[in-house]
């Protein structure tokens, strides 16, 4: 069992930063793929970034330019950068992990229990 925990969220201004952490056990996470997603009240859950094993990474057509996903599997640590932030990024992040096969996207399988993120005007 993969255990996800989330910090870092909380309240920000517009056009400001926010640094997500993710926390999980150092042994398993190197082989994993990971990534964050958000959702918002009334929206479907989306997702933000992803990273590979490898440390490929993607990220949604909002996140790119000002967002930077990354790991160090040494600390079992997942890192989301946001910045320049805007109200609409207003969700609740989750970090996500599971498996990638191929060419094919990460399969998250475990989910954490997500962190608050809040952008105000």
């Known amino acids: 069992q993969v255990q996800l925990v989330e910090s870092g969220g909380g309240s920000a201004q517009a056009g400001g930063s926010l640094r997500l952490s993710c926390t999980t056990s150092k042994h398993t996470m190197s082989g994993l793929c990971m990534g964050w997603l958000r959702q918002a009240p009334g929206k479907e859950r989306e997702q933000v970034a992803s990273?590979?094993?490898?440390?490929?990474?993607m990220y949604a057509e909002f996140a790119k330019g000002r967002s930077t996903i990354s790991r160090d599997n040494s600390k079992g640590t997942l890192y989301l950068e946001m910045n320049s932030l805007k109200s609409e990024d207003t969700a609740m992040y989750y970090c996500?992990?599971?498996?990638?096969?191929?060419?094919?996207?990460?399969?998250?399988?475990?989910w954490g229990q997500g962190t608050q993120v809040t952008v105000s005007p």
């Open positions: 996500a992990a599971g498996w990638a096969f191929g060419d094919l996207p990460c399969d998250f399988g475990y």
């Open positions: 990273i590979n094993s490898d440390g490929s990474t």
